[in-house]
């Protein structure tokens, strides 16, 4: 056997040959980024190698005076003795796999993934290999998601409904790609204004900059006396209970998340509505692309990842877990 | 069943009660008469006795899904319901309906689901299976709910008569009588609902109960003390006690018709006059006073009564209330004459019916006083009623208010946590507490309530971080939290490990500021024992 490409070190993952972390939880010299999501890109590297699309929402989040390296899609780079290159991921805005190859091995770090059609980003891409190291947010059989086209009409119809009691209706999103994947979907049924908390127009004016078509959106302002009656209004879930909301006067919260497919989590978090939309991997998605990659060993990362293993390995697919410090954007 | 199925959704996904009313009446107006018949039996809260058992449901469920049996409990124990984790495995991810069956609830109940208690197992298994791979998400969850006999509508009797009445145009108190008491859904049923006249012919329908609320703070707030009347707060079961056409019935708060659990009560209620109908508490009582709930609860407990248990747990009924007298509905005059009544007719019966009597301290200050002594009298505090209050419908604010006393505390330490059923099925909610013997921390209690949910998340958190063992879906964690605990009553129990049992214990804070070594111990509990029940009942009692 061939020492293995990618181990966990307490930095995080770690490519020897290559001497490179991926998405470290700690400083190192060089780290190459799957998306900017808080738990995947972390300050303090030397080096940062992003996605070419993801340059933008990596350097706000990092601090300008950082200029991550970008690589486009599918080009290659020499990085020790290994040749590195970046693979759409579906997950968000720049979002990419890390392929790795050395003396005739591929790994592949997939970072967060998913297979469902996302206007704002290019779509997963599976990719043969001999190890594939996945996500397991949602490896559990009851996560599989509703078609998204669906979910978006049911968010449409909830807002008219709540507009037709003359009610705000304030929809919770993670505001770094759920927001921006919402606001290009709602195309398909209206033209109008969104309103935005400031965490989620900041992000929204990257995501445009880099060319996303989405609705026109308005930040929400303490200046002016706005009457929110009506209209839809994007907050990161932080926002639910505090002081801000007071705004809105009556109105009706929503909450987009894959975890809102088990109505024991929707009644708990006490929103009046929840929309099961992820941007994360389901569990046909899962087993589809590791048949699709072809790999002879699939490594796990955080979520249901024992039990996802323990499943391929009944099915004859050699299958592990992999310790990491990765959270979960979608429980916030 | 299309329709209910998207009433269940909404009911499910509004907290506000006029939006559940207005989906509802909407249901009502456009249902088939025997499915809004059907439906309020469902809504009401009655149940229709499960059809099929968890254990074989969930077989069929592993063979239908084609996964390993323990993927199926992890997923049922990250989901919480048996119903739900189904359909998840079976209905597809699509909640558009447009196409599917659109075959009305009653015949669902009717003609599909009640004839298969008589089919085999075969037969049961492929008819279920079939309808988990046709029905769209929302049915099919629907569908398992009823097939568990767990379907719960989260909307309360008050709002299912405000609907109704919103649709009948009928009185809604007049409606709450209507529904109570045995009934057939069907069209019959809601025509009769709509009659003008109040239709009620069987002798044995109880009246709605009027309910306390608690009271917070001073009575002084409810100003004069003249105008109430105050009561003990019994420890026992709240009932209401029909003699009417020679018969007697006795009916629980639950509406659950106890007639046979008691039947020297009902005994007792022949030397009534007919006509009459008491609201009352049934208590165990013994040597001249009545005794705590948990005598009482040996002989709730029994199938069969036989001769030692009525002997060993004797009963009786301490009236509150007439609600009828000489066949006449009392409910509108005022409590004061009531009362009159009440006192006349009850000194002529059996003595195991009693008045419940009246505190007569003249202040509040007085009334204050007699209160701090209920423990002594194993009572949970006061009953407080305005004299000249009519007889109402469930739990209307103003006329009746529980004064109760506070509870007993003490301070345990967290032993073990397991994750809870339904909305906190993925989070550690249910935990079991220990108190100290010697160097050891004994089980004394389990909690699932009393936390907010920031605490529960912060709490889950937590445990996840200091597990020391896991049993299947128990954790064992470090003993280091430490937790003040309520319980309303405290009895030997050869059945637990300490030796206690606790009623009804929960939890009122977290004690972030205690090391676990200031816990109680179970010598602090133990001398409870006898400080609130005047001796401590017979150990072996507690182990039948």
């Known amino acids: 056997m061939p020492p293995p490409l990618v181990t966990v070190t307490e930095n995080g993952l770690y490519c020897p040959a290559g001497e490179f972390h991926i998405d470290p939880w700690r400083p190192v010299p060089t780290a190459v980024i799957t998306h900017a999501h808080g738990d995947h890109l972390r300050y303090g590297s030397t080096r940062y190698l992003v996605a070419e699309p993801g340059v933008g929402i990596a350097r706000h989040r990092l601090g300008m005076d950082h200029h991550p390296t970008p690589l486009k899609y599918g080009e290659r780079l020499q990085l ?11 997950h968000i805005l720049g979002s990419a796999q890390v392929r790795i190859e050395h003396k005739g091995q591929v790994w592949v770090v997939s970072g967060d993934y998913k297979r469902q059609p996302d206007p704002t980003c290019e779509p997963f891409e599976p990719l043969p290999c001999d190890v594939f190291i996945s996500e397991a947010t949602f490896a559990l059989p009851v996560y599989q998601w509703q078609p998204t086209g669906e979910v978006v009409e049911e968010i449409f119809h909830w807002w008219q409904a709540n507009r037709d009691r003359g009610l705000a209706s304030v929809l919770f999103c993670y505001a770094l790609g759920k927001a921006q994947r919402v606001l290009a979907e709602l195309r398909a049924f209206t033209d109008e204004t969104i309103y935005l908390h400031g965490a989620v127009n900041i992000l929204t004016d990257v995501y445009r900059k880099e060319g996303v078509a989405m609705l026109p959106t308005m930040p929400v302002t303490g200046e002016r006396k706005t009457d929110y009656r009506g209209a839809l209004i994007i907050a990161p879930p932080s926002a639910a209970g505090t002081p801000w909301m007071r705004r809105f006067g009556d109105h009706s919260s929503g909450f987009c998340s894959g975890w809102m497919r088990v109505r024991g989590n929707r009644r708990r978090r006490g929103y009046d509505r929840g929309f099961v939309l992820s941007d994360h991997v389901d569990w046909p998605g899962l087993i589809d692309t590791f048949k699709a990659t072809g790999a002879r060993k699939i490594l796990l990362t955080h979520g249901y990842s024992d039990a996802l293993a323990r499943y391929l390995n009944e099915l004859g697919m050699a299958a592990g877990a992999l310790e990491t410090a990765y959270g979960d954007e979608e429980q916030q | 069943m299309r329709a209910f199925a998207a009433l269940f959704e909404e009911l499910d996904t509004t907290q506000s009660t006029n939006l559940k009313v207005a989906a509802m009446s909407r249901y009502f107006r456009e249902a088939p008469p025997a499915d809004a018949a059907w439906a309020v039996y469902i809504l009401s809260g009655r149940r229709l006795k499960r059809f099929i058992g968890p254990a074989l449901l969930k077989r069929w469920l592993i063979e239908e899904a084609a996964l390993p049996e323990w993927l199926i409990d992890e997923s049922y124990s990250s989901v919480g319901d048996l119903a739900e984790t189904i359909a998840l495995l079976t209905a597809g991810t699509a909640h558009s309906e447009a196409s599917s069956d ?84 069907g069209a019959l049923f809601w025509q009769a609902l709509h009659a003008a006249e109040s239709p009620r012919t069987d002798p044995a329908v109880p009246y709605p109960f009027f309910l306390a609320s608690p009271l917070e703070g001073d009575p002084s707030q409810l100003g004069e003390r003249d105008a109430w009347q105050a009561e003990w707060k019994w420890d026992g079961i709240r009932g209401q006690l029909i003699r009417r056409a020679a018969e007697c019935h006795l009916w629980s708060r639950g509406e659950e018709r106890i007639t046979e659990r008691f039947p020297e009560i009902v005994d007792a209620a022949a030397s009534l006059p007919d006509g009459v109908v008491l609201d009352g508490e049934v208590v165990a009582w013994k040597d001249g006073r009545v005794q705590p709930f948990a005598l009482l609860q040996q002989r709730i407990g029994r199938k069969k009564l036989t001769a030692a248990i009525l002997a060993t747990v004797p009963v009786e009924f301490l009236a509150y209330d007439l609600l009828e007298l000489e066949g006449r509905d009392l409910r509108s005059a005022p409590l004061r004459e009531r009362r009159e009544h009440l006192e006349r007719l009850l000194a002529q019966a059996s003595p195991l019916l009693q008045v419940s009597p009246l505190v007569t301290a003249p202040t509040w200050e007085d009334l204050a006083a007699e209160r701090a002594d209920s423990r002594q009298r194993n009572v949970e505090g006061l009953m407080l009623k305005a004299l000249d209050s ?97 319980y309303e009553g405290i009895a030997a129990s050869g059945r637990h490990k300490s030796g206690i049992a606790l009623r009804f214990p929960r939890i009122l804070r977290w004690r972030t500021d205690k090391p676990a070594a200031e816990a109680d111990t179970l010598a602090n509990l133990q001398a409870m024992l006898t400080s609130t029940t005047g001796a401590a009942p017979d150990a072996s009692h507690g182990s039948s």
């Open chain 1, 80 to 90: 020790g003795a290994t040749t590195v290159s970046l693979h759409p991921a579906g």
């Open chain 2, 102 to 185: 659109d075959t009305p609830l009653a015949d669902w109940i009717e003609e599909r689901l009640l004839p298969l208690r008589e089919a085999s197992e075969d037969v049961q298994r492929q008819t279920i299976a079939g309808w988990w791979r046709e029905l769209p998400y929302r049915q099919c969850f629907l569908l398992n709910k009823l097939l568990t006999g767990e379907l719960r509508v989260g909307v309360s009797q008050l709002l299912v008569t405000r609907a109704l009445a919103d649709v009948t145009g009928i009185e809604r108190t007049e409606l709450a009588g209507r529904l109570m008491g045995e009934w057939q859904p």
């Open chain 2, 390 to 486: 009519s007889y109402g419908t469930g739990r209307q604010r103003g006329a009746w208010w529980k004064w109760k006393i506070d509870p007993h505390s003490f301070d345990a330490v967290m032993i073990y946590a397991q994750p809870g059923q339904g909305r906190r099925s993925n989070l550690y909610t249910d935990y079991t507490f220990g108190v100290w013997r010697d160097q050891e921390l004994v089980p004394v209690a389990k909690a699932y309530s009393g936390l907010s949910n920031p605490e529960i998340e912060q709490l889950d958190r937590w445990i996840r971080a200091h597990t020391l063992e896991k049993f299947g879906p128990v954790r064992s964690v470090e003993p280091s939290q430490v937790f003040e605990l309520a």
